[in-house]
């Protein structure tokens, strides 16, 4: 095997390894922006109970597109998750401030994470490159040894 052909194969496992690596980081991403949209809707949510008065009529989502009426009995606390399964009574203003503080830091995270994939994606279009240039140097060589 010749030193082209033996760096081609490496090429071609270093460019299947960028690509599972970009693959993870766009899934990643995909992942982020859910919890982004989650947290987005739970904010206007929570904006939306600082206009609304006691006992007033709501429709409270409960999944598959189905929700309850209810009616608000205190729109001065709510539940909040903090995470690993747990939730704490907090004042509206600091259940907003929480899911702020929470979408500032998974946009960092989202922002983080693109430029990851545009390395990758840069590393990968160089690879493939070089990858082509020996495939056509190698084919140069055969042809001319066919002369």
């Keep these: 095997m010749s030193k082209s052909e033996e760096e081609l194969r490496k090429l071609s496992v270093e460019l299947r390894l960028l690509e ?6 766009q899934s990643r991403i995909s992942m982020v922006n859910a919890v982004i949209t ?7 949510a929570l904006e939306g109970l600082e206009k ?4 007033s009529e709501l429709l409270v989502p409960i999944g598959g ?5 209810t009616k608000l009995a205190n729109q ?16 509206l203003d600091e259940a907003k401030e929480i899911v702020k503080k929470r979408i500032e830091n998974l946009e960092k995270t989202r922002m983080s994470l693109q430029q990851q994939l545009a390395q990758i994606a ?3 279009e160089e690879g493939r490159e070089k990858f082509e ?3 056509a140097a190698l084919k140069e060589g055969k042809a001319s ?3």
Excluded: P, R
């Design 20 to 25: 599972q690596t970009a693959e993870n980081l």
């Design 65 to 69: 597109n189905s929700y309850i009426k």
């Design 76 to 91: 001065d606390n709510v539940i909040v998750g903090m995470g690993a399964g747990v939730s704490v009574e907090k004042t």
């Design 133 to 135: 240039s020996i495939v």
């Design 122 to 124: 840069d590393k990968i």
């Design 52 to 55: 609304e008065k006691e006992d």
């Design 145 to 147: 040894q066919n002369v």
């Design 38 to 44: 989650d947290l987005a809707y739970a904010s206007m």
